[in-house]
């Protein structure tokens, strides 16, 4: 079946402007990450969501990113008055996970990231 | 969350296996351990997970101490392919973040 999948692929800007970057993830699947990669760093956690609503949003960099997910399923990043730090790999995941503490294990499938390139 | 700690970087000879480290003594009752692999210029790709018992699929095997303080993922025949940073992760079951160190840079050669 389909992956998760995001838009666009590359994503050049100037500073100052918005972006929003999307992910479409496996059908079914209950939990989404947004996670961002800096050139040669290791991923950094942004923010999940189990259904629409995010229960952690602890690695939000600032107030000018913000997620948002509707209908269970497709999820919008966007980052405000972008700034040249913001350049990274932003890799979406989406799993099939509970939170009532049961048994299903955390196995993340990830999509092919965004590439953000701001000038 | 456990932290784990990893070598940096291995080479390994195509063809043959590898033996990836991984300790995490401050590992909980309640917490797996997960192997993920990122190739270059693609997203993370899970590996296999383990809470106590060794485990194997198509891809790999994982050995874990009695003790669960480290564990070691086994690539039994790596290929070119396999080259990659491969990282450890211990965490709960489902709903959390995956919190990824350094991870190890596996270099297979011909």
């Known amino acids: 079946g389909a992956g998760v999948s995001q838009s666009p692929s590359n994503k050049v800007t100037e500073k100052g402007k918005d972006v929003e970057l999307r992910c479409d993830p496996i059908s079914g699947h209950t939990a989404l990450y947004w996670y961002r990669q800096r050139l040669g760093q290791g991923l950094e956690f942004l923010i999940y969501?189990?259904?629409?609503?995010?229960?952690?949003k602890s690695g939000l960099p600032s107030d000018r990113f913000s997620a948002e997910r509707t209908g269970g399923s497709v999820s919008t990043l966007t980052i405000q008055r972008t700034q040249q730090e913001d350049s990274a790999v932003y890799l979406c995941a989406s799993s099939l996970a509970t939170t009532s503490g049961g048994a299903r294990i955390n196995e993340q499938f990830f999509g092919p990231g965004t590439r953000l390139t701001v000038l | 969350d456990a932290k784990t700690t990893q070598p940096p970087s291995m080479d390994c000879a195509e063809g043959r296996a590898a033996n990836l480290p991984c300790n995490h003594s401050?590992?909980?009752?309640?917490?797996?351990v997960y192997w993920y692999r990122q190739i270059h210029s693609q997203g993370p790709q899970y590996i296999i997970h383990?809470?106590?018992n060794n485990e194997t699929n198509e891809m790999a095997s994982l050995i874990i101490t009695e003790d669960r303080k480290s564990s070691t993922l086994i690539l039994p025949h790596a290929t070119l392919r396999d080259t990659a940073v491969y990282y450890c992760i211990v965490d709960k079951a489902a709903g959390n973040k995956l919190t990824f160190g350094g991870g190890t840079r596996v270099l297979v050669k011909p």
């Open positions: 401050t590992i909980s009752g309640n917490e797996y």
């Open positions: 383990g809470l106590k």
């Open positions: 969501f189990q259904g629409n609503s995010a229960p952690d």
